[in-house]
């Protein structure tokens, strides 16, 4: 299936079919005509991996990276752009990247950096960034202070989604995507019975549909897109903290938790009731995503990282569900956010 972002001159579509980056050398040569040279930036990792067979009709380099976030530093930017220099790729090149969240990131701020900006292709080769990273046009590096506090919105020419190269993915992987599977299944309002009549591609062909639906209607995220973030309030304090104790937690993962405490902090707001609380833990598990918020973090620690969450604005901010519909909503009382973590940890 061919999904379509909508963004006047800057429009593309995403491919979610098994053996999609096969049509790489013919994208090339219909959308980037003028093009002789191209870089495939990807991890050194995936160079070894049966599927990688990527062949763009034209000269192309490859660039090689660390694995995983190791790649997103100001250092493995540097040295990219450095490449792409010496590999005298001209403004009517383009960059592929190959790879996960982690490369389609890198890559997608590296051409966006590159001579003002050149065209990029995404062939996303994790199930997370096949329905999340590499759509939308958000790219980024991390700092000392922070995820992604470095970044470019920069739209690709297209986006690749081959059903065969996540065939791959370790099983953790394949629960970090479902993550965003399912917050997608329940902002589109689908129902824990209908997962089990759906297929790994209508899983993604969902996902894809939403974030190319909400990024059409609001790229740079002033309105609707701030949805996308459901489950993302808690989800970021738990990867922080996580992360500070040497023991990072992949994003799916906290992002169902994320979405089991935004669902009982809905409720406790009188904006759902006990049904929808049990329909959305009834979806996360029918994604196996039942998951509780680990015991080694304190409630305090929780809030306080809450608080100064990048998209929270410096005071407590979660999209929330209710009867008609999800908002963003801000100013959210302290006092029963805490009391709804600590019952939710204590029920559990
Ligand atoms: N730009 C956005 O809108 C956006 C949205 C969500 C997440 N992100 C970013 O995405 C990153 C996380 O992405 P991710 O979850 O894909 O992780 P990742 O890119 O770190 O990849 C995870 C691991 O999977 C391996 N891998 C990738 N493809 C594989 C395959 N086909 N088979 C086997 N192994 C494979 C990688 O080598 C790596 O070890 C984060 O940096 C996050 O900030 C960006």
């Known amino acids: 299936m061919n999904i379509p972002v909508n963004l006047g001159e800057r429009s593309y579509e995403v491919v979610v079919e098994a053996g999609a980056r096969r049509q790489l050398a013919g994208l090339v040569s219909r959308l980037a005509p003028e093009a002789q040279a191209c ?16 062949d763009s009709g034209i000269n192309q380099y490859t660039i090689t990276v660390p694995d995983g976030e190791e790649s997103k530093t100001i250092e493995v930017l ?4 450095e490449q792409l220099a010496e590999a005298k790729l001209s ?28 065209s990029i ?18 790219t980024g590096i991390n700092l000392a202070a922070g995820k992604n506090l470095a970044g470019a919105f920069h739209q690709p020419l297209a986006v690749l989604c081959d059903l065969e190269v996540t065939t791959t993915l370790p099983p953790e992987e394949i629960r970090s995507g479902l993550g965003e599977v399912a917050k997608c299944w329940l902002l589109e309002g689908k129902s824990s019975s209908e997962i089990i009549s759906s ?12 974030k190319a639906r909400i990024v059409s209607g609001d790229e740079r995220e002033s309105g609707a897109r701030a949805l996308l973030n459901y489950g993302h309030t808690l989800a970021h304090a738990i990867e922080k903290l996580a992360l500070a104790q040497g023991s990072p937690i992949r994003h799916g993962e906290a992002v169902a938790i994320g979405i089991r405490f935004a ?44 608080s100064h969450d990048k998209k929270a604005h410096h005071d407590l901010t979660f999209v929330l569900a209710s009867r008609e519909g999800f908002s963003v909503v801000s100013g959210i009382d302290r006092e029963i956010v805490t009391r709804t973590l600590e019952e939710f940890r204590r029920d559990e």
């Open 121 to 138: 292709i995404h062939i996303p080769t994790t199930l997370l960034a096949q329905v999340d990273a590499a759509i939308g046009g958000k």
């Open 199 to 210: 297929t790994p591609q209508g899983f993604i062909e969902l996902a894809v549909g939403l």
């Open 91 to 118: 403004r009517k090149d383009l960059v592929i990247s190959v790879g996960g969240g982690a490369v389609t990131d890198l890559a997608g701020f590296a051409a966006a950096t590159y001579l003002r900006g050149i």
């Open 78 to 81: 540097g040295e990219v752009l």
């Open 39 to 54: 870089c495939i930036i990807t991890s050194e990792r995936l160079l070894t991996e049966g599927w990688f067979d990527v």
């Open 263 to 306: 669902i009982r902090l809905a409720s406790a707001l009188g904006r759902v009731g006990d049904d929808e609380v049990k329909e959305t833990d009834l979806v996360l598990a029918g994604f196996d995503l039942d998951f509780a918020i680990p015991t080694q973090f304190k409630t305090a620690d929780l809030i306080q990282a809450m």
